[in-house]
């Protein structure tokens, strides 16, 4: 399909930087903008979210050459969680069991008739542990695209930050919306889609230009965030 107008210069330009930096990201942006400017379909606020989410994950590994920590595997980690409480016979709805049933070393928890196995008990301590790192992953690797996309940046850091939380916020509400929820495309404002998207190519058409390199060019990212 040939460029139609909507395939502004901006958006051509992000479009090959994508695509020197990783062509399916490329794809998945072109794809994108297809389906919100020239070709609709049904399931386009699923589709176009979950590409968003995928450029916003992968990007930062493709430009900076730094493999992130990754996904925290939370269901086959809740699984053998819970697959060792019930061996140790510890009830799953919320109870506590009459006498204690825990073999082996145990750790007694603030309910003195109730022991917890301590593999158990270890296994839970490390999924609190890496849930909580997992949860400052998202700045973390933020910041690592941004650096890495413009080496300038480096000494700017802390005058980043609100450009970074900008790019959380958009990109999370696209994250949110990436997967299949029982609603339709008519329950999603069409104006607030648009203009998140919009919004998302503007952050990172700036950081391809380098725009972000001035304090007026922080400032034109952050006025658009309350416009």
């Not at 399909?1 to 794809?27: F, K, Q, V, Y």
């Not at 994108?32 to 994950?57: D, Q, W, Y």
């Not at 493709?62 to 992130?68: D, M, N, W």
Request: charged share 25%; hydrophobic share 40%; proline share 4%.
């Amino acid at each position: 399909m040939g460029d139609s107008d909507c395939w502004t210069p901006a958006r051509i330009e992000l479009r090959a930087w994508l695509a020197r930096n990783r062509g399916s990201l490329a794809e998945l942006y072109h794809g994108s903008v297809e389906l919100m400017f020239n070709t609709p379909v049904p399931g386009k606020i699923c589709l176009v979210s979950h590409a968003v989410r995928e450029i916003r994950n992968r990007l930062p590994d493709a430009i900076s050459g730094i493999k992130g920590e990754g996904r925290l595997d939370y269901p086959n980690r809740l699984d053998e969680i819970s697959a060792l409480w019930r061996e140790t016979g510890l009830p799953a709805d919320g109870s506590l069991s009459a006498t204690s049933v825990a073999t082996g070393d145990t750790i007694e928890t603030a309910t003195p008739d109730q022991l917890i196995e301590r593999t158990l008990f270890s296994k839970i301590a490390r999924l609190i542990g890496d849930h909580g790192a997992a949860r400052e992953r998202p700045d973390e690797a933020a910041l690592r695209l941004f650096v890495a996309a413009a080496p300038e940046n480096v000494a700017s850091q802390d005058s980043l930050r609100p450009v970074i939380t900008e790019w959380k916020r958009v990109t999370n509400w696209f994250a949110h919306r990436a997967h299949d929820t029982g609603r339709l495309d008519i329950d999603c404002d069409a104006a607030e889609f648009r203009r998140n998207f919009e919004h998302f190519e503007r952050i990172l058409g700036a950081l391809v230009s380098g725009f972000f390199s001035t304090a007026e060019g922080l400032d034109a990212i952050l006025e658009d965030t309350n416009s």
